[in-house]
């Protein structure tokens, strides 16, 4: 091989690993917020694939020369990133999830504020959850597990898969596995501001002169805000049992796209 093609290939081979990286962090929490600058997530894309290069290129993985089939495995890789970004990115959606159910039921629906980490219109509270959970998952060097299930991504789907993710059916599941955490982590607010209402509403039955609006609004914030406040000690660990699961989607994801 002469000095040139030496040159094409590590080139060709080091954008390939860029293209998966750069998917990834374009949808992974902490990595793909909108306030990190698209240099800096660029720049973290392509550091991370100079790490990772010598242990990708001793696998001599097979690459196109023509330009249209390496077109194509850029694509791939690309996509291959993206999908698991994705897989990533379910924690943040059941924040997001949990915190409108929870603003839902305090009335704090009409008040949602702009996402620091995506930059979108998110509710209230699943803003406060992912902003903390964001803290916690750096404090306590969580990232570090995310770059780690990329780099494992390789031992899994090679560079230039010869299959597209199939499985439907674990999509599915993801989603209902989603909406089910969502629930389930909104579900001790949820559900006392739900025997609040119940409490209310006798009030109004037993004493019914009482301008009932101008009562149940301030109760429901003063009580919601209040259980926030005595499960925020069990915050942790529910993030931290999220996180296991979202890395055990993860291998999921990785096991079914190599079968």
Avoid: C
Avoid at 78 to 94: C, D, H
Avoid at 108 to 115: K, N, P
Avoid at 127 to 143: C, D, I, P, Y
Avoid at 197 to 223: A, E
């Amino acid at each position: 091989m002469s000095l040139a093609d030496l040159l094409q290939w590590n080139l060709s081979l080091f954008l390939l690993i860029l293209s998966r990286w750069a998917g990834m962090i374009m949808l992974a929490p902490v990595f793909g917020a909108r306030g990190v600058p698209s240099y800096v997530r660029l720049g973290l894309a392509a550091s991370l694939s100079v790490i990772v290069y010598p242990l990708i290129s001793a696998a001599k993985p097979l690459i196109p020369i023509e330009l249209l089939p390496y077109i194509a495995v850029v694509l791939k890789e690309v996509m291959v990133g993206l999908v698991i970004g994705f897989v990533i990115y379910t924690m943040t959606a059941v924040l997001q999830g949990a915190g409108q159910l929870i603003d839902f039921q305090m009335g704090f629906t009409m008040g949602a504020a702009i996402d620091p980490v995506y930059g979108v219109q998110t509710p209230m509270m699943g803003n406060f959850q992912m902003v903390l959970a964001t803290m916690l998952l750096l404090a306590t060097n969580s990232h570090h597990f995310l770059i780690a299930a990329m780099v494992k991504s390789y031992a899994y789907i090679p560079i230039n898969p010869s299959n597209l993710p199939g499985h439907y059916t674990f999509y599915a599941q993801l989603v209902g596995n989603v909406f089910a955490l969502a629930i389930q982590i909104a579900m001790p607010i949820f559900g006392a501001l739900l025997v609040s209402d119940v409490g209310v509403g006798l009030l109004s039955r037993t004493v019914p002169q009482i301008n009932i609006f101008s009562i149940v609004f301030p109760v429901k914030i003063i009580f919601g805000l209040v259980i926030l406040y005595l499960s925020i000690p069990f915050f942790g660990e529910a993030i931290s049992h999220l996180f296991n699961l979202n890395m055990a989607w993860v291998l999921d994801l990785y096991q079914g796209w190599k079968q």
